[in-house]
Each structure stands twice: as structure tokens, then as C-alpha cells.
């Protein structure tokens, strides 16, 4: 399955997004997907030609060094979300557009060793809080602006999913530049 979430129709693809994203994860604990990230993205871009990283997999799409950028926004997003559900009662959480990101955050000129650094910290942080979570601070909820009710349970699971759904685009995007899988 090709993952996409574009802005302008995520709510009616909400669904079926989540649904293919729990798919991939399957019954993968998505704590140990998240742990594995990392180290998987330092294996796979070590000693990798600046060029290898930005060269998009096709016109209009991603390169591998904006798909990583992402990846360390995205960190802070959840990072976000979940600070906000387990602080509040039910809060609203807003969707966000990923392209506008990339293009006015200029993913395209982003840093490796920044763009790892700001996941590592803000990965790590997550982890730390995601593994003390009891099963009640699990169930609490947030109101997604296009998704409606998400618990942070959903949320980390989706999180896992969205890891593995960008390790295959990172594979995908560096194989059409030529380099081979690590």
C-alpha cells in the first residue's frame, strides 16, 4: 500500500489511513518500532553522499534527507500531543500540513547531523515518558482535528506505523538514487 495523508483530504482518508497504518504495524509493539528508529537511520545514512540524500525518489516527491526532517518534526508533534492529553481533559488536537511543512521549514536544505541530533533528543524524551504511561494514562484522549477521538495508546501505535511506513520510503527514495539497502 502507497501511505499518503495529504492535507487537503485528510479527513475523508482519515480512516482508511489509520486502518493501513495499525495494519503495517500488526502486532509489532510499537515501543520497540520506535526504539529501533533511530540506530536504523544512522546505519542507513552513514557515510551516504550529500547528493544521495537530497535527490527526490521522483519529481514532486521527497528526498531522503526531507522524509528524515519529517521524521524530527513529527517527533515534536507527538511530543506535543502527548503532553497535551495527559495534561487536559479531552483537548483539541490539530492536524497539520506535512508538504507545507517541508516546503516553508525548507526540508530540502536540512542538516543530517541536526535533523538525527533533534530526533535523538526528542525521541528519547518520548520514550522515557511513553514507557511510564500506566494503562489509564494510555486511555486518555484527544480530539483530532480530522480524526476525531484518538487515545495516546492509538497515537503510539500510529506513531510505530509511521516509523516503518518512512523506513520503506527512505529504502525506496535512496534505491532511485542508486544505493543500495544497508
Known amino acids: 500500500m502507497t501511505f499518503a495523508n495529504p492535507a487537503g483530504n485528510a479527513a475523508?482518508?482519515?480512516?482508511?489511513?489509520?486502518?493501513?497504518?495499525?495494519?503495517?504495524?500488526?502486532?509489532?509493539?510499537?515501543?520497540?518500532?520506535a526504539a529501533e528508529q533511530l540506530p536504523w537511520l544512522e546505519r542507513r545514512t552513514a557515510g551516504l553522499h550529500d547528493t544521495a540524500l537530497r535527490r527526490p525518489e521522483a519529481p514532486g516527491k521527497w528526498s531522503a534527507i526531507q522524509v528524515i526532517q519529517h521524521l524530527a518534526d513529527t517527533e515534536v508533534v507527538y511530543a506535543w500531543r502527548t503532553r497535551q492529553v495527559l495534561?487536559?481533559?479531552?483537548?483539541?488536537i490539530q492536524g497539520?500540513?506535512?508538504?507545507?511543512?517541508?516546503?516553508?521549514l525548507d526540508y530540502a536544505?536540512?542538516?543530517?547531523?541536526?535533523?538525527?541530533?533533534?530526533l535523538r533528543g526528542v525521541r528519547t524524551a518520548n520514550l522515557r515518558l511513553w514507557r511510564s504511561l500506566t494503562p489509564a494514562q494510555r486511555a486518555r484522549v484527544g480530539l483530532h482535528s480530522e480524526r476525531g477521538p484518538e487515545s495516546l495508546d492509538l497515537l503510539i501505535r500510529m506513531m510505530g506505523a509511521h516509523d516503518l511506513v518512512h523506513r520503506r520510503q527512505i529504502d525506496r527514495v535512496l534505491a532511485a538514487a542508486g544505493v543500495a539497502p544497508r
Open 109 to 118: 536544505h536540512a542538516d543530517l547531523g541536526v535533523t538525527l541530533g533533534q
Open 96 to 104: 497539520y500540513d506535512q508538504d507545507a511543512w517541508a516546503s516553508k
Open 87 to 92: 495534561t487536559e481533559d479531552r483537548p483539541a
Open 12 to 33: 475523508t482518508a482519515a480512516a482508511g489511513y489509520v486502518r493501513a497504518l495499525l495494519d503495517l504495524l500488526g502486532d509489532r509493539d510499537p515501543l520497540e518500532v
